[in-house]
């Protein structure tokens, strides 16, 4: 059973452009979160996904940022006009169920904005 | 929100020695988990364990949710231990892992 993958697992964006980062979760696992790591600040949750669903958004910045889980596919992380303060790994999670559930992370995609 | 704390953070050890790493939370929980962080960044899960005690191979892990607090152990380690471990917790009912500052370890031969 493949675990959580995310791609890409490192992208270069200049101050600016768009960023789009993928999660694939678990077979089986209908619940996607998104983390995000910055260098001095530690993980930190961003937002919490089911199928066509924001279930908590939370942890999103209000502004560039954004999140979907399609019916079919991947889910998306969105990041709009790129800034040097957005380069942080950004972790995908995913649990069999939500509340109180085991989540399993994937690799992690490394985003570095020149 | 909840506050994790994770202590000691910098940990050096011999290859070989035990060690033992603790995390105490300020709140109750319906979850929590441990995880390695590698040197290449990948975040490893170790143990799903909201209360009770856990074996894996060298490592183990015990929860005392009435006392709020986890404690990981670490026995025989070696160079492929080093890395950061991640305490993360699930506050009641909000569905969202809050980590704590984690535990650096260098293990050295």
């Known amino acids: 059973n493949a675990g959580v993958m995310q791609n890409p697992r490192h992208l270069v964006r200049r101050r600016g452009q768009e960023a789009r980062l993928r999660c694939s979760p678990m077979k089986g696992h209908s619940h996607v979160y998104w983390y995000r790591q910055l260098p001095e600040e530690g993980l930190k949750f961003m937002v919490y996904l089911q199928k066509e669903n924001i279930i908590d958004e939370s942890g999103m910045p209000k502004e560039r940022f954004s999140a979907e889980f399609p019916k079919e596919g991947p889910s998306i992380l969105r990041i709009q006009q790129v800034v040097r303060g957005d380069s942080a790994a950004y972790f995908c999670?995913?649990?069999?169920?939500?509340?109180?559930?085991?989540?399993?992370f994937g690799p992690g995609t490394r985003l570095t904005v020149t | 929100g909840i506050q994790v704390e994770q202590s000691p953070p910098d940990l050096i050890l011999q290859e070989g020695a035990n060690s033992t790493l603790r995390c105490n939370f300020s709140d109750s929980v319906n979850n929590l988990q441990w995880f390695h962080q590698n040197p290449w960044g990948q975040l490893i899960n170790l143990f799903y364990?909201?209360?009770g005690t856990k074996q894996n191979g060298r490592l183990s892990a015990t929860t005392v949710a009435t006392e709020r607090y986890s404690l990981l152990y670490i026995s025989s380690s070696q160079t492929t231990d080093s890395g950061v471990y991640f305490c993360a917790v699930e506050p009641g009912g909000n569905n969202r892992l809050a980590f704590g500052k984690g535990n650096q370890v260098v293990v050295i031969p």
């Open positions: 999670a995913s649990s069999p169920s939500g509340r109180f559930g085991e989540q399993y």
């Open positions: 364990i909201p209360s």
